[in-house]
């Protein structure tokens, strides 16, 4: 009998390339908002109980960082109650939770890449939501795994490099945040590890390294020289722009406040991640020249 895989959030980058990646794995039920709505937790309940999946993966979440801060109830109720109802129920089925986390869990302050070691202090409300969710889940069922990532792009939905492409082929000028380092992760590499967990824990009858994990793309970046390598990979594959990597200028962070602080320092440690499941993460710019080829 063929195993059934619960995607939620079908329609965002991570959960459209998911559909794609374990598609061989299982029969795939994919839902968007309108099919499941997490922020109605009894009938989020009901949807599960009626489906019994043996696995859930659980990319959707409330993204908004910045409403978030005036929005506080709306962000815990997506991104903590429903994983926990998530959690819950899948508990009851005996089933594994794959759900994925951020690097706004930390604040951003330590001097080298986070490990999973290391202690969360969000400084957003988007980023303490996604911490309690993390929390919930790992009390509801000890049959989870969660993937923090960051700055995520995918060929799929709205992100930082079309939006940085869009810009470019609109003004002449560009200014950019300098000061936040990260690792831009593709969707696509996050769907496909995905799917070899998942294969994993399908072959092995249900047992894996459960837990929690640092999962980008490796190397590290800036808002800033992040976009223009995006300018640079587009004007080299013929894009008609009105400004090029040089005509990007260094933007510090205290020039452009925002409702929500961003970590300045979002790097990653992956090492763990690797080692336990003998995985390597290609560097970020190889991940993000793959997503611009599919978008140009």
Known sequence: MM??????????QVGFELQRALAP???IIAVDRSECDLADLDALRAFVARVQPDVIVNPAAYTAVDKAESDRDGAFLINRDAVRVLG???ARLNALVIH????YVFDGTKDGSYSEEDTPAPKSVYGASKLAGELALALANPR???LRTSW????HGGNFAKTMLRLAGERETLSVVADQHGAPTSAALLADLTAH???DYLQVEGELAFGTYHVTGAGATTWYDYARFVIAEAIAAGKPLKLGPDAVVPLATAAYPTPAARPANSRLDTSYFQATFGLHLPHWRQSVRHVLQQIF
């Open 100 to 103: 994925y986390s951020t690097d």
């Open 152 to 155: 995520v792009v995918g060929a």
């Open 144 to 146: 989870h795994l969660i």
């Open 197 to 199: 967990l998942v294969r």
């Open 3 to 12: 195993p059934k895989i619960l995607i939620t959030g079908k329609n965002g």
């Open 88 to 90: 819950e129920e899948a």
């Open 25 to 27: 794995l299982g029969e």
